[in-house]
């Protein structure tokens, strides 16, 4: 038996134990390479990778060390004693051989999968070699099985609506927080709304870190119940809920090998919302050249493979296909996104006005589907609704709700970025965009970002700013002006090329 110690070392979602090279339980000498280890002693048992430590201040011979996420999934504490075994190779892992073959993979066998994603039984390595294994192709019902699968045991159950709603943006399109806008109107009109999102994984703010900027999101599912019984609407977090967790685990190694299959995408997007308890679903597929769904061929694609996973999950799901191929509002960055957010809410004159008009849209098509609406009221009642001031009231009620938080600063590092040449907008580059602003520490720090100045259409003189670049650490703010030294982002063309 070892004594049980807590290393605090994270390591994304990668399970690790520490032993000493002359441990007094376990032979080292000989291993020459990555080992997976069993630890028992827990009500659970865990697996982890072996690594092996010549510091005895580190680790005692007679100690057996875990870092944080082995930690606490143990749930023994310091002191404990423990013991280790070889960890064998999980039997899921033969589906995805069969899945490099070019096989065909079963319910049970996605299930089994995922099952040893949940459990901590593969590593990082393991998980992304499923991606890539599935990557190549995934028929519709394996993205089906694979949906289910990943669902998990915790499911939310709201047994007193007969409508619980959501919305999704698939993302790519830097500033487009609609969602949050869209909670605020449907919620006004009374229509129950659990808004789940996520923290950023690739953008400059994923929608749970813009609302984090005007209130607290992080809650239990007890509480995010509560908060709908008492105002209709809420936007939390679904990291706090502890659903889907395979899930949060794939989406944190498909950032680290920048693979982001629409299969997968699919399949996560509409587990989450299944596990959240939503009945109906609506998801915006932006479509440009430079976002993540880049044609209407691919976008078409991806909604009738939602629609026939939708379906056979019988949850009702409206997908619309939108234009993707600039910026929505002037923020991009936590911080400046919650400011175009409440500008939009107060109907002030200097809000985006396409932030704005996509919010209505998408809202509209949300309130129908309540059957009392015809077909084409919705964008009319949602224009009044944020017009009578009714969705201003009710954010400020879900902020009230749910906690105000302090509210963090815009960053002190700016620099305007000037156009290079008289003319007009012709196109904005959303990917290289976001890359600017995520060098500049956005996703990290709320106060970081990109404030946009001028739009695809605008006039521009050479010298005139086009946006502002903003840092909270040089570092981050020496990253971003060596990437836009390099290339803006924006495509300038002559104001006779525009004419002509």
């Not at 010298?463 to 390099?486: K, L, M, Q």
């Amino acid at each position: 038996m070892l004594t049980l110690k807590h290393l605090p070392i994270a390591s994304f979602n990668e399970n690790i134990v520490y032993l000493n090279r002359n441990c007094a339980a376990y032979k080292t000498d000989d291993i020459n390479s990555l080992v997976k280890i069993e630890v028992h002693g827990g009500i659970k048992t865990i697996t982890a990778f072996l690594q092996i430590v010549d510091d005895e201040g580190l680790v005692a011979p007679d100690e057996l060390a875990l870092n944080d996420e082995a930690f606490k999934q143990i749930n023994l504490p310091e002191g404990a004693k423990v013991s280790l075994t070889l960890s064998p190779v999980p039997v899921s892992t033969n589906a995805i051989k069969r899945k490099i073959a070019g096989n065909i993979l079963t319910s049970a066998e996605y299930s089994a999968i995922i099952n040893d994603i949940t459990s901590k039984k593969y590593s990082n390595m393991d998980i992304a070699s499923f991606l890539v294994a599935s990557g190549s192709f995934m028929s519709a019902p394996e993205v089906l099985s694979l949906s289910e699968a990943m669902i998990g045991e915790k499911v939310l159950h709201w047994d007193n609506e007969s409508l619980v709603v959501d919305c999704h943006s698939l993302g790519g399109v830097p500033g487009n927080k609609t969602d949050i806008i869209i909670t605020a109107i449907v919620g006004a009109y009374g229509l129950a709304m659990p808004k789940t999102a996520s923290h950023s994984l690739t953008s400059c703010a994923g929608v749970a870190d813009t609302m984090g900027v005007l209130t607290n999101v992080d809650f239990d599912a007890e509480r995010l119940k509560a908060l709908i019984e008492e105002n209709r609407a809420a936007i939390v977090s679904y990291d706090k809920l502890d659903i889907c967790p395979a899930s949060r685990i794939i989406s944190n190694v498909e950032r680290q090998i920048g693979i982001a299959q629409q299969e997968h995408i699919a399949a996560s997007i509409l587990a989450i919302k299944m596990a959240a308890g939503v009945t109906n679903l609506l998801i915006d597929i932006p479509v440009g050249p430079k976002s993540r769904i880049k044609s209407a061929n691919e976008a078409m694609r991806l909604r009738k493979l939602m629609e026939f996973v939708g379906d056979m999950l019988s949850i009702d799901i409206d997908v619309v296909i939108t234009d993707g191929s600039e910026p929505i509002g002037n923020g991009i960055g936590a911080v400046l996104e919650a400011r175009d957010v409440i500008k939009v809410l107060k109907n002030s004159e200097d809000a985006p006005q396409d932030l704005r008009e996509k919010s209505l849209f998408l809202a509209g098509r949300m309130l129908e589907f309540d059957p009392k609406l015809r077909g084409g009221q919705g964008y009319f009642v949602a224009k009044e609704i944020l017009d009578s001031g009714r969705a201003l009231e009710m954010m400020n009620n879900i902020i009230k709700a749910q906690g105000k938080v302090p509210q963090p600063k815009i960053g002190k590092l700016s620099r305007d970025i000037t156009a290079n040449a008289s003319g007009v907008i012709e196109a904005i580059d959303n990917a290289r965009i976001n890359k600017i602003g995520v060098l500049a520490g956005a996703g990290q720090y709320a106060g970081a970002g990109i404030d946009l100045f001028k739009k695809v259409g605008d006039s521009v003189e050479q010298g005139e700013p086009i946006y502002r670049i903003y840092a909270c650490n040089s570092t981050d703010f020496a990253f971003a002006n060596s990437v836009v030294d390099a290339y803006t982002g924006y495509e300038i063309v002559s104001s006779d090329d525009v004419e002509a």
